[in-house]
């Protein structure tokens, strides 16, 4: 959407509208949504449609501040010209359902264009509101013990239906999100483009500092450099979940193509390249990876590592028997990883009384 086509290859739509060619979604022959363009593309665009280069200024406030899921909502406009893009989608879902958890977590199951089902979960604290979003509609990488996981994979999301859920939480919290992290249902680097680009548009049209911006990976080789060279100041978080190789491909099946000490290769020249630390997340597992041999081990895989480490005590999902560690042994584990002078926090579960853990609500409604 940011160079002008000449008008011989402008197609008419609907009312006669005239849209630029790569405003057109090739694959489906749709209309590209306008949520996900920056200021200067709107701009672009307005003037295209024969309209002041001010008023891109305007449709820019009323998709990521007031909200806007069509032209007829975009009062300031003059009717004519509403009318007259009206065919052009905006590009925000439909609310299929809305689940609170007792302590605020809010789980939102959202419907895209083609009536695909998403999870997207807003985490509210007394200084954050935290929006977990989605990448793909289900995920490939099929990880032993995740919802999602079991559920298959349909497809990658766009642009605007990954910028969509972090405004569809602010606006159902009517407050400022402050942070997102790509920990919903999907594997985000196999989704680059679209993720890269939605990260661009949260954090300079919706607003969000780019460092409150988390990107989470299982890992998939190569990937991790090639998100480097896009040098986002993002906070980068690899999913461990194991402290040796077999351990790891047993919970992660995708593991046999990536060894672990490529992984951690692949995580140390990421570093290099940005400057930037990396944070490892370790899913506590009871009984499987929770002793504190494990964390002896995970500790020396991370030996040189200017790193964090974030543990995540199970949720369990019924589709398997995978158990959440006692605090005692979460504890335990926290307390060798100290010794070796690793920085380590255990994240708290929320919304863990209802479909905590990913893709368990998209389940537990039969949509998958
Ligand atoms: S844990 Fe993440 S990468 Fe693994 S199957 Fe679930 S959504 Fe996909």
């Known amino acids: ?54 008023r891109g200024r305007q449709l820019h406030g009323w998709i990521y501040q007031k909200g806007a899921r069509s032209f007829g909502d975009i009062t300031v406009f003059p009717k004519q010209w ?22 605020g977590t809010v789980k939102y199951l959202l419907r895209m264009a083609d009536g695909q089902i998403i999870e997207t979960v807003g985490i509210p604290t007394s200084k ?36 969509d859920q972090v405004l569809t939480v602010q606006e159902d919290f009517g407050q400022r999100v402050s942070n997102v992290v790509f920990m919903g249902m999907g594997e985000p680097l196999l ?35 090639q998100l480097a060279e896009h040098q986002l100041q993002i906070t980068f978080a690899v999913s461990l979940h194991a402290s040796n190789q077999a351990l790891r491909e047993q919970l992660i099946p995708s593991a046999k193509r990536y060894p672990l000490e490529a992984l951690l290769d692949e995580c140390r020249e990421y570093v290099q390249l940005t400057g930037r630390r990396v944070t490892f997340e370790y899913i506590l597992l009871a009984g499987l990876n929770d002793l504190p041999e494990h964390a002896v081990e995970l500790a020396g895989h991370l030996r040189g590592f200017q790193t964090h480490v974030n543990l995540i ?7 398997v028997d995978y158990q959440r560690p006692s605090p005692r042994r979460i504890q335990d584990f926290v307390d060798v990883l100290q010794q070796h002078h690793i920085a380590v926090s255990v994240r708290r579960s929320r919304g863990l009384e209802k479909d905590a853990a990913c893709g368990q609500l998209r389940a537990s409604k039969s949509l998958v």
Request: charged fraction near 15%; hydrophobic fraction near 35%; glycine fraction near 8%.
């Open 1 to 54: 959407m940011s160079a002008t086509p000449p008008l011989s290859q402008v197609p008419a739509v609907g009312n006669n509208v005239q849209i630029p060619a790569e405003m057109l979604d090739q694959s489906k022959s749709a209309l590209t949504p306008l949520l996900g363009a920056s200021l200067t593309q709107l701009t672009e665009w307005v003037q295209q449609q024969g309209q002041p280069a001010y």
């Open 82 to 103: 509403r009318e007259t893009v009206a065919d052009v989608p905006i590009g925000r879902s439909t609310l299929h359902y809305r689940s609170e958890a007792p302590d």
């Open 128 to 163: 954050r509101l935290t929006v977990c979003v989605s990448s793909q509609v289900g995920c490939p990488m099929a990880c032993d013990f995740c919802a999602t996981g079991k559920g298959g994979f349909t497809r990658n999301l766009k642009r605007h239906e990954i910028v």
């Open 191 to 225: 989704n680059l483009e679209a993720v890269v680009e939605a990260v661009q548009s949260i954090n300079q049209d919706v607003g969000i500092g780019v460092r409150s911006l988390t990107i989470s990976t299982v890992g998939i080789a190569g990937r991790i450099r």
């Open 313 to 319: 005590p199970y949720n369990p999902i019924s589709e």
